[in-house]
Structure formats: structure tokens, C-alpha cells
């Protein structure tokens, strides 16, 4: 399926802006970093966890624990609209028991990735808390999932999608506003 991109949303300054200020709202928020942990949800919500996570330790001078977890398993259209899944490694490599964990995601739409990285979550133990942080909120949410964390607001209509891109998959950081085309400009 091809896409055409509609507008160019955050640019690679922009991303650096957003992760910078993600860091510094949950550090205040937690009063700190004691007990916090951060777990990015694959793909593109690890490679934010991650630049979170290194963000926070330049502000703090400490190491936040930061995991990765992959909830294809977990999704309620695992056998319905997932054809040939790809399964990804999960990798919490600390108890989360007690611990104040903050998941990321790249793009918050119908709530479902969320609701299924809950599920997830719980099989690797009981946290004291759980937050929310994603790099973009869409809106049309389907379940009673809302972010604590948002770095930017993107209404959309439901034929457009939010594309966010990254150095670590995309050799590009930028998040764009895309639409169904034929013969359009990405894929």
C-alpha cells in the first residue's frame, strides 16, 4: 500500500525538543528516579525508550533501567488481522516488581497496543505504578487508554495515518502525516 505524505509534523530538531521535554515530565512527575524503569514497546517505541532513558541519565547522572517488549502475542486481532506476525525479542532484563514503570510508544491510536502491553506486562510482575508516554497522540481511541506523558498532539482524520520515522530503522528521524495514494511518495 502506498502513501502520500501530507505534511512533515515534527523534524529531526523537533524529536530532539520532544524527547528532551518527555525526559524532564517524567523525572518530575516521579519526584526523581528512584524505582523508575522505562519499557519501550517494539519497534519504534524501543528506540524512544532508549533516547528517554539516555536523556534522563545526562539530566540525573544516574542509569534508568530500560527494557523492550513486544506485545504481537498479546493483541486482541493477533489471528484476525495479523497474517504472518513478526515476533520480536522482549527484553526486561530487571524485576519490575514495586518498580514505577514507564512505557513508551511511538504512536497512541485506538488504545489496543496499549491495553495488549498491559496484558503483557503483568506476566513479568506487579509494579507500583504504571505510566504512559508516547511521541504522539492521534486521538480515536477505541478503549479508556489515556497518555500521561504526550510529546505532541496530532488530530487526524481516519483515512490519514501518523508515520514516525527513526535513525535506528528509517535512517531518518521525522514523524509525518500521511494519506492512501496511488503511486504516493513512501510505502
Same mark, same amino acid.
Given at each position: ?19 528532551t521535554r518527555l525526559a524532564y515530565e517524567i523525572v518530575e512527575r516521579n519526584r526523581?528516579?528512584? +524505582?523508575?524503569?522505562?519499557? @519501550?514497546?517494539?519497534? /519504534?517505541? =524501543?528506540?524512544? *525508550?532508549?533516547?528517554?532513558?539516555? #536523556? ?49 510508544? +511511538?504512536?497512541?491510536?485506538? @488504545?489496543?497496543?496499549? /491495553?495488549? =502491553?498491559?496484558? *503483557?506486562?503483568?506476566?513479568?510482575? #506487579? ?29 487526524t482524520s481516519i483515512g490519514e495515518e501518523v508515520r514516525v520515522r527513526l535513525k ?20
Amino acid at each position: 500500500m502506498k502513501f502520500r505524505i501530507k505534511a512533515t509534523i515534527v523534524n529531526s530538531d523537533d524529536l530532539q525538543r520532544i524527547i528532551t521535554r518527555l525526559a524532564y515530565e517524567i523525572v518530575e512527575r516521579n519526584r526523581g528516579t528512584k +524505582d523508575l524503569v522505562i519499557i @519501550g514497546l517494539r519497534t /519504534r517505541g =524501543a528506540f524512544i *525508550a532508549e533516547r528517554i532513558a539516555k #536523556r534522563i541519565s545526562e539530566i540525573e547522572k544516574v542509569d534508568v533501567p530500560t527494557g523492550f517488549l513486544d506485545v504481537t502475542l498479546y493483541r486482541d486481532d493477533f489471528r484476525t488481522r495479523l497474517k504472518q506476525p513478526e515476533v520480536q525479542v522482549t527484553n526486561i532484563p530487571f524485576q519490575i516488581d514495586e518498580k514505577i514503570v514507564t512505557l513508551v510508544d +511511538d504512536v497512541l491510536f485506538t @488504545g489496543r497496543t496499549i /491495553r495488549a =502491553a498491559l496484558d *503483557a506486562l503483568m506476566d513479568y510482575g #506487579r509494579p507500583a505504578r504504571i505510566s504512559l508516554a508516547v511521541l504522539v497522540d492521534r486521538g480515536h481511541r477505541e478503549l479508556p487508554i489515556k497518555p500521561d506523558f504526550v510529546g505532541k498532539n496530532i488530530p487526524t482524520s481516519i483515512g490519514e495515518e501518523v508515520r514516525v520515522r527513526l535513525k535506528e530503522v528509517d535512517d531518518e528521524d521525522c514523524v509525518y502525516l500521511v494519506e492512501q495514494a496511488e503511486g504516493g511518495d513512501i510505502e
